[in-house]
């Protein structure tokens, strides 16, 4: 389908892009636009201006503070994939950035976009909810913070800009992820990512529910281990079973099971992980 009309701005400074977003309903921010583009040729989404901020530098970039890893929101999944820091201290992020589509759409796809894009399943939300990060927030009211889990719960809260993705240092425990791909499309039928902390695992999955989420009830029924497929698998058999929906052609029976697997696989690899 052709591009249905609008605007397009590419403004210089976060400052210039917010006062954008915030006078002309119906503008949208671009990203990499691997989700919003194809989304607008598909009439699935509307736009009456393009706000493109990748060219801003203020917005990229991979770094430590204080409390942990800093990732601009610019930043290409490519640069995730391959950072030092993050594969060293956060390997869940650096795997589902890597996990993401191909070098193409990786080279151009960025953490906000991937991280904005709740009305699918994508990579980045689920290894960030089980990392336990927030997303940084610009917007009139001036930064913010709002939890991983809530983002892909709620979306972007409007008028707002993602300005970066802010993930807590590891506390000595390893961390995994593992997908599942759709063939055609690389979007997952179902992802899981783990974190182990001193208090027991955090458990995420994607693709087999509704949206991205963090299963306490698995991580209370697991607890400190032993993580074995049996004990995972029974741990996901005792979830409601609407919690996993049905899509791609596949059960929500199915799914649910896979995402057992996929999760006793990501915590056999974080317990194995190098301190």
Known sequence: MILTEFDYVRPVGLDEALTLLAGRPGARVLAGGQSLLPGLRTGEERASLLIDVRRLEELRGIGRTPTGIRIGSMTTLAELAADPLLLAEAPEIAAAARANGD??????GTAGGNLAATGRATDLPVAAIAAGATAELAGPGGVSTISAEELAASGVPAGTVITALLV???????AAFEKTADRATRYPVCAAAVRITPDGPRIAVTGATA???RLRGVEERIGGGPYTTENVLAAFRAEPRELFVPGRGTSAEYLGHLAGVLTARALTRAVQAPA
Do not use: E
Request: hydrophobic fraction near 45%.
């Open 168 to 174: 807590p240092a590891a506390a000595g425990g390893g």
């Open 103 to 108: 070098p193409q759409v990786r080279n151009l």
């Open 211 to 213: 949206r991205a989420l």
